[in-house]
């Protein structure tokens, strides 16, 4: 059966750092690419960083960029996201999604070509 999940999420002060893990079943990172986004309380799901089947290509939000780093593991098939410098903006529920692409492939999904999602786990910069 196929399944996402994440985890690594908790309380931080701002400027504290945190990483995330994207466990996948079913979905062979060879295969997909993967997108992890947000949703804040009261607003709707951003996509943060993406990286792609390859592992050679990544995308990140201007919002993060030079803050978060993604990065996979092929063999345990998870993929992570390292959150450093964090902000109380940075607040939010993460979720990391896959979304089927050609093999081995540099490409990165649109938004909207992402359709599976986790149960996400909850971040919050805070003092």
């Known amino acids: 059966q196929s399944q996402v999940v994440e985890s690594g999420g908790g309380l931080v002060e701002p400027g504290g750092s945190l990483r995330l893990s994207c466990a996948l079943f079913g979905f062979p990172l060879n295969s997909y690419a993967i997108g992890w986004f947000r949703q804040a309380p009261g607003k709707g799901r951003e996509g943060v960083a993406y990286i792609s089947s390859d592992g050679t290509n990544t995308r990140y939000d201007e919002s993060v960029k030079d803050r978060f780093t993604v990065s996979r593991d092929i063999a345990k098939n998870t993929v992570y996201l390292e959150m450093n410098n964090l902000k109380p903006a940075d607040t939010a529920v993460y979720l990391c999604?896959?979304?089927?692409?050609?093999?081995?492939?540099?490409?990165?999904?649109?938004?909207?070509?992402?359709?599976?999602w986790g149960g996400g786990t909850r971040v919050t910069v805070s003092s």
């Open positions: 999604s896959p979304a089927a692409v050609r093999f081995r492939s540099s490409y990165l999904p649109q938004n909207g070509e992402f359709h599976e």
